[in-house]
């Protein structure tokens, strides 16, 4: 069964860090590109970067590029993200995603989902 389970959210202060990371089981993960994706309340769910299948492709939001870095390790079968210079409205539950397709990063087109981890950024 496959399954995706975020985990390092929290109470971080503006321009402080977070590591966030996404560990996936019951799936050939090295044949699977990941992505992240959040949404904040009141807000439609957004692409915040994404992964290939080996890690030799990354893509990020414009919002977050310069800031967020995406990275996995297949032999752990986890992705991560390390967001640096975090801002208020950086605040959302953070959400992993899997996908064999070459997509982008509209939510819409992203297959199985792990249940979020929540960043806020706040003084």
């Known amino acids: 069964q496959l399954r995706l389970v975020e985990s390092g959210g929290g109470l971080v202060q503006p321009g402080g860090s977070l590591r966030l990371s996404c560990a996936a089981s019951?799936?050939?993960?090295?044949?699977?590109?990941i992505g992240w994706f959040r949404q904040a309340p009141g807000k439609e769910r957004e692409g915040v970067s994404s992964?290939?299948?080996?890690?030799?492709?990354?893509n990020y939001a414009d919002s977050v590029k310069g800031r967020f870095t995406i990275s996995r390790d297949n032999a752990k079968n986890t992705v991560t993200l390390k967001m640096n210079s975090l801002r208020p409205k950086d605040t959302a539950i953070y959400y992993c995603?899997?996908?064999?397709?070459?997509?982008?990063?509209?939510?819409?087109?992203?297959?199985?989902w792990g249940p979020g981890t929540q960043v806020t950024v706040s003084s």
């Open positions: 995603a899997e996908t064999r397709l070459r997509v982008g990063l509209n939510p819409g087109l992203w297959g199985s």
């Open positions: 019951g799936f050939t993960f090295d044949k699977y590109a």
């Open positions: 992964i290939s299948s080996s890690g030799s492709s990354t």
